[in-house]
């Protein structure tokens, strides 16, 4: 071959070559700043002039992918990967100025791109989850759960993190064995990285306490939140306002058990960590007794209401005076918890409890920081 020929061959082959990485919007060193997992193209660059002079009709006889083939799949990778990252930017920036219906179009379009991308997956599931189509959520759950997994391993906190989310979607279906096979796995795993005693742990000692509650298992539930305290103790900040919360939970148990010189015992110890608190967030932890007092209301829960609306007292009337709007709420309540008394004397629940309830104690709870 002439060396006529051979300049011609790798001029047509270097055409060819920056012809498909225009085609393909970008070189692969933005391939890798926009995916990390993205194919690396530098090898293809550097191996041009190494290309074989095998003609193209010898190529298609042997079956063998030419360069050019491969160098195309390459390229259409990278395309796909940084079509599918700019659209899930868009998306991310759709959902901070809460255009969930334009997230959620821009995140599906990633999917359609890279779809065993597990962050995409759990972001649809999070979009899904928010619209309250939680079947959807679960299905795109699972598979981000599935990769993270053949990733990570069944024991990193990653992936007791989306079994944590799992276990809401499970939740909000009211698939509550589900939920607590799905969470006890989640603790086991935190414990096993963490230890026994670690803060991380809490969250879901309070969401086990909810549904073995709703099941009936009380003694169960009690364990859970002393445990609950008692990390939570550990952990002694100056901060206490989490120790109180998980200290109201139980003596709201404590209440609906017939157990009050306990629940008196705790409420106690959780108003005094209350009226330390500063005054914003005395009056939002004022608001949401009051939003729980009512709740417990509604649902002809006398007893467990009462307390609620004397904490609000406790909290406000001394400093903030007969006229608060909590303050008469509160007054008013009680009024009106006193009348709904005598008129349910002896019909108060205290069985297994019900799927408003469940929500009520251990969600609105949580509200009370």
Request: net charge negative; aromatic share 6%; proline share 3%.
């Amino acid at each position: 071959m002439s060396m006529q020929t051979k300049i011609t061959t790798r001029a047509v082959w270097l055409i060819l070559f920056f012809f498909l990485l225009s085609a393909g919007a970008g070189s692969a060193a933005a391939s890798v700043t926009m995916d990390k997992q993205a194919a690396p193209l530098n090898s293809v660059g550097a191996d041009v002039s190494a290309l074989p002079e095998t003609p193209a009709d010898e190529a298609m006889v042997n079956h063998d992918p030419t360069p050019s083939v491969v160098l195309l799949e390459r390229v259409r990778k990278n395309a796909r990967q940084q079509a599918a990252a700019a659209a899930f930017s868009l998306g991310m920036m759709a959902i901070e100025q809460k255009d969930f219906t334009t997230a959620e179009l821009l995140v599906q379009e990633s999917l359609q791109l890279q779809p065993s991308n597990p962050e995409y997956l759990y972001v649809a599931a999070s979009l899904a989850f928010n619209k309250g189509a939680f079947a959807e959520a679960e299905a795109y759950q699972l598979r981000s759960l599935a990769l993270t997994k053949a990733k990570l391993g069944t024991k990193d906190i990653r992936t007791a993190s989306l079994m944590d989310d799992l276990g809401t979607i499970y939740l909000a279906q009211q698939h509550y064995e589900q939920a607590e096979r799905i969470w006890r796995e989640s603790l086991s795993i935190r414990e096993q990285i963490l230890g026994n005693t670690h803060p991380s742990i809490a969250p879901r000692l309070k969401d086990l306490a909810g549904l073995v509650m709703h099941d009936g298992r009380f003694d169960e539930t009690e364990q859970l939140l002393k445990r609950l305290i008692h990390i939570l103790e550990a952990d002694t900040g100056p901060d206490r306002m989490d120790i109180a919360t998980a200290q109201h939970i139980l003596a709201d148990f404590y209440v609906s058990r017939h157990r009050k010189n306990e629940a008196e015992e705790l409420y106690g110890r959780v108003l005094a960590d209350w009226k330390a608190a500063p005054t914003q967030q005395r009056l939002l932890i004022a608001a949401k007794l009051y939003e729980l007092g009512n709740e417990y209301l509604s649902q002809l829960r006398l007893e467990e209401a009462r307390p609620q609306f004397e904490l609000v007292l406790g909290l406000l009337e001394n400093d903030f005076g007969a006229d608060h709007l909590y303050v008469r709420g509160a007054r008013t309540a009680l009024v009106k918890l006193k009348s709904e008394q005598e008129e349910h004397s002896g019909n108060n629940r205290v069985d297994q409890v019900g799927d408003r309830e469940l929500h009520s104690r251990f969600s609105q709870h949580r509200e009370i920081m």
